[in-house]
């Protein structure tokens, strides 16, 4: 059904039928004359000619003869005919003193269903659903309320409706209580006034020029006059909507109180929210008022459950006697005999009533003191009262005697926190058991940033909160587009459709977080043992078990017995416990595996980080004010920024993959770009308190985040602020470097150390301080700790857990250390040596040298190799360049099988998303190729010679490489990049063109040409050189040498000229502008590009053995007889976490570096505080100066 057809078919008008006089003065005019019809007026307020007679003609007589009885009183149900609505739509009201506003509204009848006009404002008009609803009742005569009370109750009851979401009722008329509303959301209501939801119920009968509005889904402009004549009233211009009650009469009011109040009652039986149960709360707003409102307040106070009521004292009339009653009146409702006469006299004065009239109204007074709990008086003039608007809200929740539970449902409904927080999490309080983390779950789903604030500094942990079913709950909750975006991610990820009503699980989610983050990132909802507990823990119970704290223990770790308790502390409670290595308390022999498979039917599913769970879900809810709340408490925010900002930016490109709204993406790529600036600015304070710690933030493992550290998260991001920020280039200069302690002349130092090794002995070194916050190989920790314990191997193990990175050794190796110079000076001299070889050797910048001069040397023998001639059985050099590249290749494997991923298939993925990667890959498999076909006779031999000269061209690109380290060198090598890999389309079109004209060319200039290969050949092969300026002018004109021509053949002269002008005038061009364009748009940031690609390179020779090829394959030896001894050893998981650029902290360490981060995040948000509020403050400083001058002016 449409929506004009239903607004017709469920509403109705009134319409009188019937003339009976209001006067009762007999006139016997037969017919009626014109005085009769111009004079005389029915009972519902109409002249006898403003009458509709369709149905019966108009009446000749007025009365019957004397002797004839009186007529019947005038009745709605008898007098009335009720016709389908005629008036409904727009009204566009033109009062040009005020802003323009529009409002819906409808003509309805008195015995309207309330059910239909909520349909009608719910589902037609698309207003919001209250959250509370205020009936402003008062005096509809106009009346002056003092600036205090005016502005207490202008601003009180607009803030109150805004904050809450709540509509309110009014008459709707431009007079009265109605005009101050409306003068409230005209000052108070904001600049969007789609958003009010201010609803005028008002008789139909007292509209002035109510004629205008008729039409059937019209847009009436609406001029109110304002007419001090006129009996009749004008709309308010500021409600937003307005059911006009149609009861038959004219210029009389009432007949809307009744469809008002069934309207109100039905309201309340609306649902707050649709996750509570409460019903929408009402309350009664008085201003002023007549004796009518006496018997509304009593109304109101005496149904169950009652209405509060709100008086504004101050305001006048009605409100003032209450207010003076309420003071002056206990529970028992007495007054004192002089008092009581005092206020009958006064009730008597300000109503201009009689003396019984008066007594009447006092004794409904009295009644309504009855109830006196439900009604509270605002004094606008004392100081000791609270904020009007929440003045308001506290009546309601003490006049609803709700439970502290359902009130807090209320303010959260409301998203007033500050009144939970004054009025309902109040000291002494006795919380139901669950209520409290139904209060957060619900606080999170509502994205109530406040509430879930208020809830945590009063005690609530995310530990005791957070569940297994409560975060799939929030995971499964219904979002809209967001849901569908996230459902769309599973599907992405599990490369099948999700069945209609599908549940997402954490293991689910545990998948969209490393398809999102990419690389060997592995989530914690996809570990193994997390997976095998989820799993027999929903077999067990055939359900979703909802867990115990998630804090309590560590599942899988350490044994019950190890596990320690620590207190619950209020507010920011830390879940994130400090790293610890492999557990020293359980035999070597037993594994992680094994002690998760004894223990795992008692220990619970829980997680160690608790507020980085709920904070990815807030960034993959898209729900970015909630998730920067939640990155500021808990553990380690500057990987947390990363971390959120790696999600959003994944999150926009699979956004324009998907081809989805491009709002979407921009929106994600914004909340990415917040987040990355927020991961900056706390480096930036940190870096600028203590350089040594915030080095330590960039690369310290991080159990939550899969053991990445900041960096690499960082890295994988593409954030490349930060990775060129200052912090993050002097870590990466400190690991290019390692020991070495050089500032001049580093590279030829280098170089001649290595010709001459007994130069290294003269090279200064840094001491342990100075290399504190740099990571180490694992290899060198333990190359270390080896040689400073030439007698105490045994406990290599413990040492190792108890390592103190800040001071580079732990105690136990100081006094050994100390203990060993009196025993072994000659062990430790010798040491000294060895270590400082050891240290020079496995620098990365000496890693670099020696690998560079050692490709040096094998280009020069590739080079001599392919120069000569080549024999039948390989000379010396040769055999060195096939050593050189089969070595090579080994080492290639290494980096591919060490990476990080487990899977196979994902380490290759990785490695091959490198371009030098698969350089080298083509590179080496032509080689072998090569090597293949050169052991046979010819013609082998020779495919294999040219295959060793077009694999000489990889190998001697990759130089290129080698400069990109180069500070001056590296920004150029950067741009080439952007330009080639840019340059694609454009290469394209050149390409269309070319082929356009060559073949033209070719077909026309040989048209008897056999089919051969060749043919390609000649099409492209003199096009593409005139590209480069040579026309082959010889040849333009083909009939010249005199030699017969073929036919057409002078076309291709044109063809040339035409293929030139655009190829060689429009398109080069366009190459070299869109080259030139690249260049100037690189030069600002290429510093930064190739700051940001250093780490790459720094990555590359940090990892690499130090021994370059061919000698690799001696540090291959040694990797392999190491790994053999670990499996041996039982300890074959030992350098899980060992890999990449990590800094390995004791747990004291990283509990100073936690404290270090947070007093960081701290600082920088009192920064941002004061920041803004000094903006604020030179804002309102220019405002004040400019009004100054103004004045003076």
Known sequence: MSHKSWIEETFSKRDCVKFIPSSRDLHRCIPVCQVCQSLIRCCCGRLMAEHSWQKAPPPTVIFPDPEHNLPEDWSLELHTRASPTNAYGTIDFQDSATRGCRA????????????????????????????????????????????????????????????????????????????????????????????????????????????????????????????????????????????????????????????????????????????????????????????????????????????????????????????????????????????????????????????????????????????????????????????????????????????????????????????????????????????????????????????????????????????????????????????????????????????????????????????????????????????????????????????????????????????????????????????????????????????????????????????????????????????????????????????????????????????????????????????????????????????????KLLTSEMEAWSHFTSLQIAVSSCHRPFVSHSCTQSLLTDLWTGPLNMRKNSYLKIILSLLLPPAILLLEFKSKAEMCHVPQSHEAILFGRDTLKPGARHDETDDMANQDAEHGLSSQDRARVSGSEDLFPITLCTVSWITRLYEFYTAPVVKFWFHTMSYLAFLMLFSYTILVKMDDQPGVQEWLVILYILTTAVEKTREVLMSEPRKLSHKLKIWFSEYWNVSDFIAIVIFLFALVMRWHADPYRTVGRIAYCLDFIFWFVRVMDLLAVNQHAGPYLTMITKMTSNMFFIVVMMAIVLLSFGVSRKAILSPDEDPSWSLARDVVFQPYWMIYGEVYASEIDPCDDGHPCAPASFLTAFLQAVYMFFQYIIMVNILIAFF??????????????????????????????????????????????????????????????????????????????????????????????????????????????????????
């Open 104 to 695: 819906k509204f409808v003509r309805v009848s008195v015995d309207s269903k309330p059910e239909a006009l909520l349909q009608l404002m719910l589902r037609e008009w698309q207003m919001d659903r209250p959250k509370l609803l205020f009936s402003v009742h008062g005096g509809s005569e106009n009346f002056t309320l003092t600036p205090k009370v005016k502005q207490a109750f202008t601003k009180g009851l607009i803030t109150a409706a805004r904050s809450t979401g709540a509509w309110i009722l009014t008459d709707g008329i431009n007079t009265g209580v109605s005009k101050y509303v409306g003068e409230a959301v005209k000052t108070f209501g904001g600049h969007n006034l789609r958003k009010r939801n201010t609803v005028g119920v008002t008789p139909w009968g007292v509209i002035d020029n109510n004629t205008d509005l008729i039409g059937r889904d019209v847009f009436r402009p609406y001029q109110p006059l304002g007419n001090p004549l006129s009996k009749r009233a004008d709309l308010n211009s500021f409600h937003s909507h307005f059911l006009l009650v149609d009861d038959g009469t004219l210029g009389k009011y009432g007949c809307q109180e009744g469809v008002r109040k069934k309207l109100e009652k039905h309201i309340q039986l609306l649902k707050i929210h649709p996750r509570f149960n409460q019903r929408v709360p009402m309350v009664c707003v008085i201003v002023e008022g007549g004796p009518a409102i006496v018997s509304t307040v009593l109304d109101y106070v005496s149904n169950n459950p009652p209405v509060p009521v709100f008086v504004f004292e101050g305001s006048g009339r009605a409100a003032d006697l209450f207010a003076f009653l309420h003071k002056h009146t206990d529970s028992d409702r007495q007054l004192d005999a002089d008092i009581k006469e005092g206020f009958l006299l006064r009730i008597g004065e300000v109503f201009g009533v009689d003396r019984k009239e008066a007594s009447r109204l006092c004794a409904l007074l009295l009644e309504c003191m009855d109830h006196r709990q439900s009604i509270t008086i605002f004094d606008s003039e004392s100081e000791d009262h609270m904020a009007p608007d929440a003045a308001i809200l506290n009546t309601i929740l003490k006049g609803t005697k709700a439970s502290a539970a359902e009130q807090l449902s209320m303010t959260l409904a409301w998203d007033r926190a500050d009144i939970a927080q004054k009025s309902v999490l109040v000291y002494g309080q006795h919380w139901p058991v669950g209520s409290l983390e139904q209060a957060m779950l619900d606080a999170l789903v509502m994205d109530r940033v406040s509430f879930v604030k208020l809830l945590i500094d009063n005690g609530m942990t995310m530990s005791h909160f957070l569940t297994v079913d409560r975060l799939e709950e929030l995971y499964n909750m219904p979002q809209g587009q967001t849901d569908h975006f996230l459902h769309h991610l599973v599907e992405d990820v599990k490369q099948t459709s999700l069945p209609p009503g599908y549940r997402l699980s954490l293991i689910d989610m545990g998948l969209v977080i490393e398809y999102l983050i990419g690389g060997a990132y592995r989530s914690t909802y996809t570990r193994k043992h997390f997976r095998t507990a989820y799993n027999r823990l929903q077999d067990k119970e055939g359900r979703r078990v909802s867990t115990s704290s998630m804090s309590e223990q560590k599942i899988g770790i350490i044994p019950n017995s190890q596990r320690r308790g620590s207190p619950q502390e209020p507010h920011f409670f830390r879940t994130a416990q400090p790293y610890k290595r492999k557990d020293q308390n359980v035999p070597r022999t037993t594994s992680v595996k094994a002690v998760w498979s004894t223990e795992l039917c008692e220990a619970p599913l829980v997680f160690s980080f608790n507020f980085n769970d709920v904070f990815v879900w807030a960034v993959l809810q898209q729900r970015q004010q909630m998730a920067l709340f939640l990155w500021q408490h808990g553990e380690e925010a500057l990987a947390r920024a990363t971390v959120a900002c790696k999600l959003y930016r994944s999150m926009a490109f699979k956004a324009r993959q998907s081809s989805m709204d491009d709002h979407i993406a921009e929106q994600f790529k914004a909340y990415s770009l917040e987040f990355g600036q927020l991961a900056v600015n706390v480096l930036d304070c940190a870096f600028r308190q203590n350089e040594k710690m915030a080095m």
């Open 1076 to 1193: 030139n364009n690249i260049y100037f748009d690189m030069a600002s940031t290429s510093n930064k590009l190739w700051k940001y690609n250093r780490y790459r390179y720094i990555m590359t020779y940090l990892d690499r053995p130090w021994l370059p090829p061919p000698l690799i394959l001696l540090s291959h030896m040694s990797f392999a007889l190491r790994a053999i001894y670990k499996r041996l050893n039982g300890n074959a998981e030992g350098d899980e976490r060992s890999s990449g650029l990590k800094l390995y902290l004791a747990r004291d360490d990283r509990k100073k570096l936690h404290e270090f981060e947070e007093k960081c995040v701290q600082a920088y948000l009192y920064e941002k505080t004061q920041d803004l509020y000094s903006s604020q403050m030179n804002r309102i400083g220019v405002t004040a100066d400019r009004r100054n001058v103004h004045d003076g002016g």
